[in-house]
């Protein structure tokens, strides 16, 4: 993408960018680094070729050394299951493709999807977009403009949402420019970004971002996406404050993964640490069925009879919705909590 000027020029940071450079990618060396033997992954390295590996150094500081079932490894360390093709697994289980020109996604009545930046700081195992074409969908300065226009032509949009990828691995002034643009069109009340990106990198909500968001003459949501207790740390809380105070609402989206949270207290522990942190649990998404990633499955029922027992132990607030994403449907379809015999 071309550089784009803000209409009020920030300063940007690039701690965040050094940072990111220096992401584990090779999966021997994260290894050596948890004190784990690499010898007894040599079946499992292999399966970076379906998908490169990507762990940004603050989250492998988060991972137990010595534990080959710490919960964060198992989201981010190739394994040999990801060669194993499973009927009902698809390399695009939302069915998703451009349906208001080049990286927008309209597939909503009032909200519309920008897939502002292609590629991660983290390449999760289980992501549903893994065998998404990246390369082929990076967008230009004129559809950018070509994009501003539809939002502005359809009076129904209040809200726009800025996805990926991660969008927060574009920098601040491509981001700045983008919702200056969008936050000057009438009907466009809210403007709310997913990513995943200040959970693996805390240091990405840096000043240049927090001074172009809070300064937008619009609702603002980030929706976070952390899946254990143990990826919510004090770094990230103080991150979020300077948001907080601004207004912005901050939100948590996880998936349900086998291994990972797939118990009551993992959850219960993961929406009371967002709690504490300032964030409110949103969704829990069973598993998109993704080529590749069948080993994270967890059954609707289990599922339910999870969210039964959290129910038992959280308040109200604290319990995210459970969730499915289908393709072609108009939003996320609700899992009913009735345990079918």
């Not at 574009?170 to 990513?195: C, F, G, M, P, S």
């Not at 080993?295 to 289990?302: A, E, K, M, R």
Request: net charge neutral.
């Amino acid at each position: 993408m071309e550089q784009i000027i803000p209409k009020k020029p920030i300063s940007v940071e690039s701690n965040w960018q050094k940072e990111l450079a220096k992401s584990f990618t090779d999966p021997t060396k994260l290894l050596d680094f948890l004190d784990l033997d690499s010898k007894n992954y040599h079946q499992h390295i292999k399966a970076r070729r379906l998908f490169p590996m990507r762990v940004p150094r603050h989250f492998a500081h988060l991972i137990e050394k010595g534990n080959p079932n710490d919960p964060l490894l198992k989201q981010v360390m190739p394994l040999s299951d990801e060669f194993v093709s499973e009927p009902g697994y698809t390399q695009d289980p939302l069915e998703e493709h451009d349906t208001a020109g080049r990286g927008v996604l309209h597939k909503y009545d009032s909200r519309v999807l920008l897939m502002v930046k292609t590629g991660c700081a983290v390449n999760c195992r289980y992501c549903f977009r893994r065998h998404f074409p990246y390369q082929d969908n990076a967008v230009s300065k004129r559809q950018w403009d070509d994009a501003l226009a539809y939002i502005a032509s359809h009076p129904n949009i209040n809200e726009v949402i800025f996805s990926g990828g991660d969008p927060l691995m574009a920098n601040d002034n491509q981001l700045a420019w983008l919702a200056e643009e969008i936050a000057a069109i009438h009907h466009v009340k809210r403007l709310r970004i997913h990513t995943r990106l200040p959970v693996v990198l805390p240091e990405r909500i840096d000043h240049a971002f927090t001074t172009w968001l809070t300064r937008l003459p619009l609702q603002t949501v980030l929706v976070l996406h952390a899946n254990h207790a143990n990826e919510v740390t004090p770094a990230l809380a103080e991150r979020l404050s300077g948001l907080r105070r601004e207004g912005t609402t901050i939100l948590n989206q996880a998936v349900l993964l086998k291994g990972v949270n797939d118990n009551a207290s993992s959850l219960c522990d993961l929406s009371e640490t967002l709690f504490d942190a300032g964030i409110l649990p949103y969704y829990l998404h069973v598993l998109d069925k993704v080529e590749g990633a069948h080993h994270f499955y967890v059954c609707d029922d289990s599922a339910r009879q999870l969210m039964k027992e959290t129910i038992k132990r959280l308040p109200g607030f604290l319990v995210p919705k459970l969730v499915r994403e289908i393709g072609g449907q108009p939003g996320k379809t609700p899992i009913d909590l009735h345990l079918h015999p």
